[in-house]
C-alpha cells in the first residue's frame, strides 16, 4: 500500500470514528486520537479571541471553531479550536481542509490536550507552513501562559511572543491585533 493510500484509509477511518457526544477526534501522528469534551472557561477563551479577529481580517476570510486541518506530511488531522483561513478555502469541503491554507490557528490548551497542543501540532502546522500559531497555555507548568509562533521554517516555529495571562499579545500583520487576555478565565 503506497502512502497516499494509506493516508487515504487513515481519514476514512476518522470518518468512520463514533465517538461520544462533543468529544474531539484528530489523528496526531498517525494514531487517531480522542479528547474529552471541554470545560465552559476553554469555550469562554474561545469567544474572547474569537470576538476581535472578525474586526480585523478581510470580508473574505472566515475564523471558524473547530474545523478539521490536515497536515499529510506529518501524518496528522488537527483540530484547532479557533482557524482562520480564506473563505475559498472552505467551499467544496466536506470535513476538513489543508492546514496550509490556514493564516492563523489558535490551540487552546486542556489537561487532555496540553502535550498534543505543545509538542505534536506546532511541527505540523509548521511544515504546512501555517503563518502563525497561537498557543492559549492554560495549563502550562509555570502558570498560563499565550505564546505565538511565527516565521515556519521546515517543522519548526520561532517564538514571536510570550505572556503570562492578565498581559497583551500583538499578533502582527495581516492580523495587527492586540489581544487582551486579562479575561482569560484560569483553569
Known amino acids: 500500500m503506497s502512502a497516499d493510500e494509506s493516508w487515504a484509509e487513515l481519514l ?19 494514531i487517531i486520537t480522542v479528547a474529552p469534551p471541554v470545560p465552559l472557561w476553554h469555550h ?33 488531522l ?3 479550536d479557533l482557524l482562520v ?5 472552505v ?11 490556514a493564516e492563523l490557528v489558535v490551540e487552546i490548551t486542556s489537561d487532555a490536550t496540553a502535550h ?22 492554560s495549563v502550562a507548568p509555570g502558570g498560563s501562559t499565550v505564546t505565538l509562533y511565527g516565521e515556519p521554517k521546515g517543522d519548526v516555529y520561532r517564538v514571536l511572543r510570550a505572556v503570562p495571562f492578565g498581559k497583551e499579545i500583538h499578533i502582527p500583520a495581516p492580523f495587527d491585533l492586540t489581544l487582551g487576555t486579562g479575561d482569560f478565565p484560569v483553569s
Open 91 to 101: 467551499c467544496g469541503c466536506d470535513y476538513w481542509l489543508p492546514a496550509d491554507d
Open 116 to 137: 498534543h497542543d505543545r509538542f505534536a501540532k506546532p511541527p505540523g502546522y509548521a511544515v504546512a507552513g501555517v503563518p502563525l500559531y497561537l498557543l492559549i497555555d
Open 44 to 76: 469562554m477563551i474561545a469567544d474572547t479571541v474569537h470576538r476581535p479577529l472578525y474586526g480585523v481580517v478581510p470580508e473574505d476570510w472566515g475564523v471558524y471553531q473547530r474545523q478539521a486541518v490536515t497536515t499529510p506530511a506529518r501524518r496528522g
Open 85 to 89: 483561513v480564506g473563505k475559498t478555502s
Open 78 to 80: 488537527f483540530v484547532p
Open 12 to 30: 476514512g477511518v476518522w470518518q468512520q470514528v463514533d465517538a461520544p457526544k462533543n468529544c474531539k477526534v484528530e489523528i496526531i501522528d498517525g
